[in-house]
């Protein structure tokens, strides 16, 4: 699959230099020493370790297929460490049969999330069918995150933004389905650590929702780290 | 074409309430007096005033097609007061004679992207075919805001985090085409006033990207609102 990729989409020539990665491994360089119809052949410097695991583990409401299949990479390339999807009230109970939860159709996307973003760390998926038991009994042993936030389009939340300082380790943020967690959901995500945030007052699609909360929760944490500028330069 | 979606999505029946807004105008709800095959006739009350004019404005460097039909809702959800469209160096010509540059086509998708957000501000579209006149000649006239960013993925950039201290007034955030701006581009960018910033060392498509530089460069300010809670209380 690769070797057809390189060979047919980046048209790859014998001396020439490739940016490669070994899924769970180190990255490096690759030079072309035979590319024609049979195999692509590298010399192979992996010179550069992998990028750290990421930070942030994500509990996601399974969104529907369409919207689930646009996040797959989107997901890889931001950075996650594990993906949990679950079911919720409002989740509809035949997202779960679809083709998009296959990991023969999601790995290549993730796959394709790492290589835009060059880090070679696949997020751990694991599918559960009943949120309950998910929460109560199998999450503390999926994350090691110490701090728990769970997203919520409730006016009053605090924002994401302030939600992680500077040396608070790694979150488990929690995205609920597009209508929201309901009432026993919250509560039981509450019982269990979750602190309720959100992104301000505009509800999103679960696709953009997830995008603009792993990024508006680094921001939030980056823009509070000592030493990095708080104050703007002038615009000159 | 509302009427219809509201009686064949919606499925709405005499009685109903539902959330509605004017296109630049006012919000409220309207309650469904009658829907059948000719018409929706609703009673509205429309009390609530238009939230304000989104405080970023976007100038984007035309992405690949199938990458700019899946912006539209997006950017309109997230809310921007504009889309400043405009070609570069690596955006490839042929990308100004698709049809998702067509009022028709687009229009309906950033009104999808309200009422996702429940906003009713249309954000100004203008496509620019040229770089160099559109920044040193028409920008000014397009834009108002007080702040002008550049993003762009140079591991030495500033944190969009960062970026926008509050009181500092509205953003023109600048994202370039998938493989960067060019050093003439920035050049001129720079000499326009535009600071370079970045969102860390993951380079990710200009989707995902769009998304997230919105959300990171609101939740960075956000973080350093007085007022808003710097530190995380215990999650508990």
Known sequence: MQAR????????????????????GP???GRVLRADAEAVELECMLDTDPAPVPDVDLLLALPRPKVMRRLWAQLAALGVGRIILTNAAR?????????????????????EGLQ?????????????RRFRPLV??????????????????????????????????????????EGGWDEFEL?????????IVGLGPRP???DTACVALLAALRAGRDARVPGTPH??????
Request: zero cysteines; hydrophobic letters at 45%.
């Open 5 to 24: 990729h390189a060979r047919d989409v980046l048209r790859v020539v014998p001396g020439q230099d490739l940016r490669i990665g070994i899924v769970d």
């Open 27 to 29: 990255r490096g360089m």
């Open 91 to 111: 989740v509809e109970r035949n997202y779960f049969d679809t083709h998009v939860l296959d990991p023969a159709r999601y790995r290549p996307l993730l796959v």
């Open 116 to 128: 835009q973003a060059r880090d070679t760390h696949l997020p751990r998926v694991t599918i559960h």
């Open 136 to 177: 109560e009994d199998e999450l503390d042993a999926l994350s090691s995150a110490d701090l728990r936030l769970v997203a919520h389009p409730d006016p009053g939340a605090d924002a994401i933004a302030g939600a992680w300082t500077p040396g608070a380790g790694r979150v488990l943020l929690a995205v609920g389905p």
């Open 187 to 195: 509560r039981l995500l509450a019982d269990r650590g979750f602190r």
């Open 204 to 206: 999103l699609r679960a």
């Open 231 to 236: 104050a703007s330069s002038p615009a000159s």
